[in-house]
């Protein structure tokens, strides 16, 4: 069965992105990506997913996916994919993106149908999948917890969430990274 999941990094103290929205603490963190990233395991299955307006910005800039659109087919295919968004963005060239807004609710009919029998993935940030978690339609959180802390900055998941409605499922130790799933009730 498929299910929605809202995998990211985040630092020891619970946060996706500095104070000004950089990765670049994420980014230097030594890795072996061969052995220690288990990212290509999770995307083989993903059928579609999502993402918020500033997390597709750091993607354009970061990238440089205007200037050079394959890299997004080199990195998503040709997985659709849905931006939240409340102003107007520069759309990738050839990318499957949809710009929507508001519930997320007819987006996650419209995701579910374009994954098939595939996971769909919430990529961020933290208001975007507790909105899913809001609407009872996010299953797990998986968490790849780097050995950094920052103080401050976009935090993991700005919702209470109690130990009544999340269970541990599982946890990996690769590399620098612990990882943690944990599935919603």
Known sequence: MARTQYYTATSIDGFIADQDNSLDWLLQIPDDRAN???FG????????????????????????????????????????????THRELEPIPGANLTFV?????????????AAGDKNLWVVGGGELAGDFADAGLLDELILGVAPVTLGAGAPL????????????????HLGQFAYLTYALA
């Open 36 to 38: 220690a990233n288990p």
């Open 101 to 113: 807004q508001g519930d997320v609710r007819p987006v996650h009919a419209a995701m579910t149908a």
């Open 157 to 172: 998941f700005p919702r209470r969430l109690l130990s009544s409605q999340v269970t541990l499922a599982k946890v990996e």
């Open 41 to 84: 395991r999770f995307f083989a299955e993903v059928g579609a997913f999502a993402m918020g307006a500033t997390t597709y910005e750091w993607v354009l800039e970061h990238e440089g996916m205007i200037g050079e659109p394959l890299k997004w087919k080199n990195y998503y295919g040709d997985i659709p994919a849905w931006v939240f």
